[in-house]
């Protein structure tokens, strides 16, 4: 098994907008690359933005609020 080095993430000085790359995306919500990219198609996860000409990032405001909608709907399924 590999250790893994949770590093400070990097904030925009101006937003203040924290960007995760795929890898913390998968780490924050437990879903593979196909996952989320079929949530993105089907419009149930956030799009990325587009970083550079073959990078892209989530907001980790919008990967938060997705996060806290899901925690949400659960619980109103299960108050139900």
């Given amino acids: 098994m590999t250790n893994v080095i949770a590093l400070p993430l990097p904030v925009n000085t101006v937003t203040g907008e924290v960007i995760l790359r795929l890898p913390r995306v998968k780490e924050r919500t437990g ?3 196909a996952s989320i990219y079929a949530g993105v198609k089907n419009g149930t996860f956030p799009a990325p933005i587009k970083l550079g000409e073959r990078a892209v990032g989530w907001l980790a405001s919008s990967v938060d ?3 806290q909608s899901r925690v949400q709907a659960s619980r109103k399924q299960v108050a139900q």
């Fill in 31 to 33: 879903f593979g690359r």
């Fill in 65 to 67: 609020a997705w996060i």
